[in-house]
């Protein structure tokens, strides 16, 4: 990995500093209330953490993708599910800066790096998670509107956002299913209905609905780059820079576990003698930083060839795959070594026990990833005989 530039390390200390002196003193308090953090939200978006992958001509900060990662990844140390609110909504952020018309750039972008424009992606549905060619939203064309009719499922930000990022079918006959779907940027208003928040083991204080269109009309200059059709490789384009950040939100969960995991084993003594000089929890630790460590190179490295303009589907997922499953076992092994302490509420372990399965899931599954990483693995290493 280069080393981090002055710039970068400015950026990171400005997090940093946010995470440890606003977030976390918060945090666990906030998230057991699942209450939404309002008074955060708003510094984040005077930090510019709304506009981090938005072009500085269209008011946000474009930092490059390892700078992006490496900010996911210290948020999510402090709190999930404020990293949550800007996870989301960058997904609709990057589909619009790499796909959106000039107009629809210069209309949507400046707003949504402020934050004043903030949402998310609005793809899931109650029967299509991982193939979104299955989904059944449609958005037919009337005159000047294309008008919206279905649900949407697990929509982050859906109650305190107002702009989202929306996957329908413009076609539905198209065969293929995904050269009838198509992408827009839509506005909350009259035919849009936040239905129901869906109650969670964790990520909590930002909120996951379920959304419902009856007619919903959507301008038609909204339709992101002004071709039908394209809207299926735009959101999975977009979805790989997701699957970045979400590897960075799990090596944010697995470096708060081990960080509190190793300053308790520390001061915690048993028969004497801290625990920390237990050969058991030695090797506990050791296993726990060593994937935290693999976590990270392959977040780097996989960041560092997006930023070199280059496909990175088989880094991305190995990253995203290896990194939530570590959050996983780090905060599994954190809660152990701080046996029935880090089963209560006293400590955050719990916490992030809680929240890294939805790393694991979200972002798509771990087990959509082995199949992403295998299928690219088998044209790389294509047998010609």
């Given at each position: 990995?280069?080393?981090l530039?002055?710039?970068?390390?400015?950026?990171?200390?400005?997090?940093?500093?946010?995470?440890?002196?606003?977030?976390?003193?918060?945090?666990?308090?906030?998230?057991?209330?699942?209450?939404?953090?309002?008074?955060?939200?708003?510094?984040?978006?005077e930090?510019?953490?709304?506009?981090?992958?938005i072009?500085?001509?269209?008011?946000?900060?474009?930092?490059?993708?390892?700078?992006?990662?490496?900010?996911?990844e210290?948020?999510?140390?402090?709190?999930?599910?404020?990293?949550?609110?800007?996870?989301?909504?960058?997904?609709?952020?990057?589909?619009?800066a790499?796909?959106?018309?000039?107009?629809?750039?210069?209309?949507?972008?400046?707003?949504?790096?402020?934050?004043?424009?903030?949402?998310?992606?609005?793809?899931?549905?109650?029967?299509?998670?991982?193939?979104?060619?299955?989904?059944?939203?449609?958005?037919?064309?009337?005159?000047?509107?294309?008008?919206?009719?279905?649900?949407?499922?697990?929509?982050?930000?859906?109650?305190?956002?107002?702009?989202?990022?929306?996957?329908?079918?413009?076609?539905?006959?198209?065969?293929?299913?995904?050269?009838?779907?198509?992408?827009?940027?839509?506005?909350?208003?009259?035919?849009?209905t936040?239905?129901?928040?869906?109650?969670?083991?964790?990520?909590?204080?930002?909120?996951?609905?379920?959304?419902h269109?009856?007619?919903?009309?959507?301008?038609?200059?909204?339709?992101?780059?002004?071709?039908e059709?394209?809207?299926?490789?735009?959101?999975?384009?977009?979805?790989?820079?997701?699957?970045?950040?979400?590897?960075?939100?799990?090596?944010?969960?697995?470096?708060?576990?081990?960080?509190?995991?190793?300053?308790?084993?520390?001061?915690?003594?048993?028969?004497?003698?801290?625990?920390s000089?237990?050969?058991t929890?030695?090797?506990?630790?050791?296993?726990?930083?060593?994937?935290?460590?693999?976590?990270?190179?392959?977040?780097?490295?996989?960041?560092?060839?997006?930023?070199?303009?280059?496909?990175?589907?088989?880094?991305?997922?190995?990253?995203?795959?290896?990194?939530?499953?570590?959050?996983?076992?780090?905060?599994?092994?954190?809660?152990?070594?701080?046996?029935?302490?880090?089963?209560?509420?006293?400590?955050?372990?719990?916490?992030?026990?809680?929240?890294?399965?939805?790393?694991?899931?979200?972002?798509?599954?771990?087990?959509?990833?082995?199949?992403i990483?295998?299928?690219?693995?088998?044209?790389?290493?294509?047998?010609?005989?």
């Amino acid at each position: 990995m280069k080393p981090l530039t002055e710039e970068q390390q400015l950026i990171l200390r400005t997090v940093r500093q946010f995470v440890d002196k606003e977030v976390i003193p918060v945090a666990s308090a906030m998230e057991h209330r699942d209450e939404y953090p309002h008074a955060l939200v708003d510094q984040m978006k005077e930090m510019g953490l709304f506009g981090l992958n938005i072009p500085e001509e269209y008011g946000g900060s474009g930092v490059d993708t390892t700078t992006f990662a490496m900010i996911f990844e210290e948020v999510s140390r402090g709190w999930l599910g404020l990293a949550g609110i800007i996870g989301s909504n960058s997904v609709m952020c990057d589909v619009v800066a790499h796909f959106g018309t000039e107009e629809q750039k210069r209309r949507f972008l400046p707003g949504m790096a402020t934050g004043e424009k903030r949402g998310g992606i609005c793809l899931t549905e109650s029967n299509a998670g991982t193939d979104l060619q299955s989904i059944s939203t449609t958005a037919a064309r009337d005159g000047g509107v294309y008008r919206v009719n279905g649900s949407k499922m697990w929509i982050t930000n859906a109650r305190h956002g107002n702009t989202f990022l929306l996957l329908a079918k413009t076609d539905p006959a198209a065969h293929p299913a995904h050269r009838g779907m198509s992408a827009f940027v839509i506005e909350k208003g009259a035919g849009m209905t936040v239905s129901r928040d869906i109650e969670k083991m964790g990520y909590k204080g930002v909120e996951t609905c379920e959304l419902h269109f009856a007619d919903f009309p959507v301008p038609a200059e909204n339709l992101i780059g002004g071709v039908e059709g394209q809207g299926f490789k735009q959101v999975m384009t977009g979805l790989e820079a997701e699957r970045l950040n979400v590897a960075a939100r799990g090596l944010g969960i697995a470096r708060a576990a081990f960080e509190e995991a190793i300053r308790y084993a520390q001061r915690r003594t048993t028969f004497g003698k801290p625990i920390s000089e237990y050969q058991t929890i030695q090797n506990k630790l050791a296993d726990m930083a060593t994937h935290i460590e693999a976590s990270r190179l392959l977040i780097y490295s996989a960041c560092e060839k997006r930023d070199r303009g280059e496909r990175c589907d088989l880094e991305a997922g190995m990253a995203k795959l290896f990194a939530t499953e570590t959050a996983a076992e780090v905060s599994f092994e954190a809660m152990r070594i701080m046996g029935a302490n880090g089963y209560s509420k006293d400590f955050p372990v719990e916490r992030y026990y809680r929240d890294a399965p939805l790393v694991v899931i979200g972002g798509g599954t771990n087990e959509l990833q082995r199949l992403i990483i295998a299928r690219n693995l088998l044209k790389k290493y294509k047998d010609g005989a």
